[in-house]
């Protein structure tokens, strides 16, 4: 009948053909749009989290070199009649940092009057702020509030976009009468920048650094793309919350994070499209042709075009069941589905086996006698299958699995529910994402240690040190804390070379390494040459016990120190031990072992200075 209706009315039959051929084009442009947007998502997410670490990097060394230079503004009582003093200690910083442009003092009227190092800067030599200056207002807040201040960008006297830190000085601590001026930490942004991104997969970022509105620095690689969007991470400086950095996307990034999936559909889609409404057309062409045999032989034809249209259908059905499991055959993810009661695998595509190293007979066979050679967790994974295919819905699961040779690959699979015929089906898709987890590995691990030596960073003690405090907060017990600072270290760089003083660096975390043995104990680097050891549960004897095996660990290096009256390279240590109690805080056994520190150095270096009882705090 509705061939017959066709034939009689070609030119209604052509367009609702062409509007079926319209509406199905219309629908896979909609689907491909979708995937490509999915894409994008995915990687204005990857660009996300590699820009939230370019921004935690950059706020962790700006928050290590003024925590730095606060130290330094507290030796100021004994530096500030010494000017050669002062230059050493700044020339220390400045061998363990290498984003300062200067660092400078300012006295009380707000001259400058001494500045290290000088070579770059002589246009800042006797320079006066006067209330014209940008940054006075800062200069005046950090002095009356006396809390060391980030400033805004400026102009620098030696050219260029800078930053200042102003940090107020004081004769006698705590005495606000006794001002004595300001040190400044001058910061060039294209240099505190563009040390970040010296490492490798840094540089591979296209990045801007905005201050509100300004741009203060940018850094584009050759394969930077315009796509019409962009990412951003706020970045705190101090208590500067003012900056920002943007990243754009690269042509690698979007080479890694997308798949030929979506065009892939797309002309499959286009073709199946074109396909049916052909073979539709050719239909129509063949009614029209039946119909014209004549009234004699209708009945034999009309049983003629119902077999025609049931065969027709069949083979379209047939052809695109072909279509379906081609597709799903060669893509990219593994695709399997589970039929429940009973639970069996239903269908599983080429991917699967073939990325696991079997064919499709043996891989259908070791699942049924030994799923867990497979996927170790099975069983667990199977309870969960069940509960979802209880209440319906969908689902992700990070499981492993076990190729032929043994090697272990995440998959994260996307399960979705689905009742067909009275019987429930468990869609399944895994893709491999061990490059997603290594680079979130990476970034952990990177947040965590430090680059020359190896040891912990100054942001993984602090954690540390947090951390053990609370518990054994809970178990009454004591805490103890070494902190290490390697002797005339200054002249054994001048003496012998950065390179040899980086080799020493790391022969002393080896050997500080070596002589931890407890769980728990670790050894952080916590500023230039100067390193900090944790030791839950030791009392002071135990410190000292330790910093004796220490001393000993460093003389067995023999590193020669020309420099030294050792003629080897020493140590000097404090140490220091508090009960972890809910009313302490781990800042002041810092503190005590600091000052413990300061003592060994003060009273001739290469030896170890326990904290007194009587210093301990109430």
């Not at 990243?247 to 065009?263: F, I």
């Not at 499991?325 to 589970?338: G, R, V, W």
């Not at 135990?542 to 120190?561: G, M, N, S, T, W």
Request: with cysteine; aromatic share 8%; net charge neutral.
């Amino acid at each position: 009948m509705l061939a017959q209706r066709a034939a009689r009315h070609p030119q209604v039959t052509r367009v609702l053909i062409s509007l079926l051929l319209a509406i199905l084009v219309a629908g896979i442009l909609s689907g491909w749009q979708a995937l490509l947007r999915a894409e994008q998502h995915q990687s204005k997410a990857r660009l996300q989290l590699e820009t939230d670490a370019i921004a935690q990097q950059l706020q962790t060394r700006f928050e290590l070199q003024a925590q730095a230079l606060q130290r330094l503004g507290k030796r100021w009582p004994s530096h500030y009649d010494k000017a050669l003093a002062w230059q050493q200690d700044v020339q220390a910083l400045l061998d363990g940092f290498d984003n300062f442009q200067a660092i400078e003092w300012l006295d009380s009227q707000y001259r400058m009057r001494w500045i290290e190092p000088l070579a770059g800067n002589e246009e800042a030599v006797d320079f006066v702020y006067t209330a014209a200056h940008p940054n006075y207002p800062i200069l005046l807040q950090a002095r009356d509030t006396q809390t060391p201040l980030l400033s805004n960008s400026f102009e620098l006297l030696q050219g260029g976009r800078g930053l200042a830190y102003y940090i107020p000085l004081y004769r006698r601590a705590n005495d606000p009468t006794s001002f004595d001026g300001l040190l400044l930490g001058i910061f060039r942004v294209e240099v505190l920048l563009g040390t970040l991104l010296r490492e490798e997969r840094n540089y591979q970022l296209s990045i801007d650094f905005h201050e509100q509105d300004q741009l203060l620095f940018s850094h584009k690689t050759a394969d930077t793309l315009d796509q019409g969007w962009t990412v951003s991470s706020p970045v705190q400086l101090g208590r500067n919350t003012g900056f920002y950095i943007t990243a754009m996307p690269t042509s690698s990034l979007l080479a890694s994070s997308t798949t030929h999936l979506p065009l892939l559909i797309l002309i499959s889609g286009l073709l199946a499209a074109v396909s049916l409404c052909y073979a539709l057309w050719l239909a129509l062409l063949s009614a029209q042709r039946l119909e014209a045999l004549g009234a004699s032989n209708r009945k034999l034809q009309q049983e003629i075009v119902r077999r025609q249209s049931t065969e027709e259908s069949l083979q379209r059905n047939q052809a695109q069941l072909k279509l379906v499991l081609d597709m799903t055959n060669y893509s990219h993810d593994a695709l399997f589905i589970i039929g429940m009661n009973p639970q069996e695998l239903v269908y599983l595509n080429r991917t699967c086996w073939k990325s696991l190293g079997y064919s499709e007979e043996e891989l259908r066979q070791i699942i049924a006698i030994a799923p867990a050679d497979i996927m170790p967790d099975v069983l667990a994974w199977s309870s969960e299958l069940r509960e979802l295919a209880e209440r319906g819905g969908n689902s992700i699961y990070q499981q492993h699995v076990t190729t032929r040779h043994g090697k272990s690959i995440p998959l994260e699979i996307s399960v979705q529910h689905l009742n067909r015929y009275g019987r429930a089906y468990l869609i399944c898709v895994g893709r491999n994402n061990s490059e997603q987890l290594e680079v979130a590995a990476r970034l952990q691990q990177l947040s965590q240690q430090d680059g020359l030596t190896g040891l912990y960073n100054r942001r993984y003690f602090d954690e540390a040190l947090n951390r053990e405090w609370r518990r054994l907060r809970r178990q009454s017990g004591p805490l103890g804390l070494l902190m290490l600072d390697v002797d005339h270290f200054k002249a054994f760089n001048d003496s012998l070379g950065h390179q040899a003083g980086d080799d020493a660096l790391k022969q002393l975390a080896n050997a500080m390494r070596g002589t931890l043995l407890r769980e728990g104990e670790a050894v952080c680097r916590y500023g230039g040459e100067e390193f900090a050891i944790i030791l839950p549960g030791a009392d002071i004897a135990q410190c000292a016990e330790v910093a004796r095996h220490l001393h000993a660990a460093v003389k067995e290096l023999k590193i020669p120190h020309p420099s030294s009256q050792q003629q080897w390279l020493t140590v000097s240590i404090g140490a220091a031990s508090l009960p972890a109690t809910e009313q302490g805080r781990p800042e002041s056994l810092i503190s005590l072992a600091d000052k413990a520190l300061y003592t060994a150095k003060a009273t001739g270096r290469n030896r170890s200075v326990m904290s007194s009882d009587d210093e301990r705090p109430d």
